[in-house]
């Protein structure tokens, strides 16, 4: 019993973790083959964004007849006033766009989304939330510069607006969030960065595949994609669930940049003060990495974790 009490105790006294909240917007594909298609990668990324999010509460998806504007509007509006300072927000536009030389548009059943007005309802969100915001339509490019923020991550499947042909690369951007493959560090984690990267690569490849032109070259610009975590895979799923294993993990993030940043002044000190600087930190990892697989054994999956 004072076991438990004192574990009750232990996690009401962690701070409660930035949550993140992810949106998915699936559009009109005019054809069969693209309703098919952008429902599909709809699915797989919310089902996998679910993974870093912590939650399938925490993931809005619309597609098909919900794709309308007031409701999306409606949703982000919600959002800008909903998030906490310390957040993040993902959003995830899947489908088809156009481009007339001076405004963007995301078509959507009913009156199309133009690029003005998703910015207007982004810069909504406070600055204080990291933003990342793939927007994988064709014509896509026209936005990048128009969408960046120091906060804000922007990735768009085209390099300008002139590249009009139905994009490839939501598809692949979906398939990273499952996949070990896309997960280059082999950490568990996969970053806006690895997820880009993989796209890239699997876009760059089926079109060799398919001996075709290339008709889209995607962009990625601002913030630090190579920490924004878009996916966990395995063991590491149940640290954007888990109340603990979350405040643990960022603990544990943190004695590891002390570490990056004693190995980066190495040269600068002396032999011996720099391994009595290094010693305890090491040490203080070490005992937040029994923690973390301490928590994991109570929840039994111990050995899963990559």
């Not at 990735?155 to 002139?162: L, M």
């Not at 009009?164 to 939501?170: D, E, K, L, M, S």
């Not at 799923?237 to 603990?251: H, I, K, S, T």
Request: glycine share 10%.
């Amino acid at each position: 019993m004072r076991r438990l009490c004192a574990a009750a105790l232990l996690c009401a006294a962690l701070p409660l973790p930035a949550a993140m909240h992810v949106m998915v917007v699936g559009g009109l594909g005019g054809e069969p083959q693209f309703e098919e298609r952008f429902g599909q990668w709809s699915e797989q990324v919310a089902s996998g964004s679910a993974t870093a999010a912590g939650s399938p509460d925490r993931v809005h998806r619309f597609v098909g007849a919900e794709a309308r504007r007031e409701a999306i509007e409606g949703r982000l509006r919600q959002l800008a006033t909903q998030l906490n300072a310390d957040d993040q927000f993902v959003l995830v536009l899947l489908g088809h766009g156009s481009y007339d030389g001076s405004e963007y548009r995301f078509n959507i059943p009913g009156p199309d989304l133009t690029g003005s007005q998703l910015l207007a309802l982004l810069d909504r969100i406070p600055a204080t939330v990291s933003q990342l915001v793939v927007n994988a339509t064709s014509a896509s490019g026209a936005v990048l510069e128009r969408w960046q923020r120091p906060h804000r991550i922007v990735v768009t499947a085209t390099r300008s607006g002139g590249e009009r042909v139905a994009t490839r690369f939501g598809g692949y951007w979906a398939e990273a969030l499952a996949s070990g493959e896309a997960d280059r560090d082999k950490d568990g984690r996969v970053t806006a960065q690895e997820a880009y990267d993989f796209a890239v690569r699997r876009v760059e490849d089926a079109y060799k595949a398919d001996a075709a032109v290339v008709t889209e070259h995607a962009r990625m610009a601002g913030g630090d994609a190579a920490s924004f975590v878009v996916a966990r895979l395995g063991g590491e799923a149940l640290f954007a669930g888990d109340r603990e294993l979350v405040a643990l993990r960022a603990q544990q993030d943190e004695v590891e940049r002390r570490v990056d940043a004693l190995r980066a002044q190495k040269t600068q000190l002396v032999e011996d003060d720099y391994y009595a600087r290094l010693e305890p930190v090491l040490l203080e990892m070490a005992r937040l990495g029994a923690r973390i697989e301490a928590r994991l054994a109570a929840l039994g999956v111990a050995g899963d974790r990559p």
